[in-house]
């Protein structure tokens, strides 16, 4: 079992940035394809970047040149860097790894079915 713990959300102005976090614990030797998604009240969640073991990331389209997403293994510790913040980047942001051998990280942006794991998520709200 994994546990993910995101921290680093919070209110920024249009423009700012904000840096999350997300810590994994349990049984992390398994090469998990991880990422961030996020989800609005009443809309469907939205894959924003993902990550596999061997460090292949991808984006969604929305935040393609503003986002950039790492890991430190050493850590257990995921991150997404967030620039240029926009309104419509507010949402729930959150964690989640995945154990399935067939995803990459484009697949993980786009699959619809329930995460492995999946962090509490942490607010970020951009005004």
């Known amino acids: 079992h994994v546990q993910l713990v995101e921290s680093g959300g919070g209110s920024v102005q249009v423009g700012g940035s904000l840096r999350l976090s997300c810590t994994a614990s349990g049984y992390t030797n398994r090469p998990y394809c991880m990422g961030w998604f996020r989800q609005v009240p009443g809309k469907a969640r939205e894959g924003v970047a993902a990550i596999d073991s061997s460090g292949t990331t991808a984006y969604a389209d929305s935040v393609k040149g503003r986002f950039t997403i790492s890991k430190d293994n050493a850590k257990n510790t995921l991150f997404l860097q967030m620039n240029s913040l926009k309104p419509e980047d507010t949402a729930m942001y959150f964690c989640?790894?995945?154990?399935?051998?067939?995803?990459?990280?484009?697949?993980?942006?786009?699959?619809?079915?329930?995460?492995?794991?999946r962090g509490q998520g942490t607010q970020v709200t951009v005004s």
């Open positions: 989640a790894a995945d154990g399935r051998i067939d995803l990459n990280p484009l697949g993980w942006l786009t699959t619809r079915r329930a995460f492995d794991y």
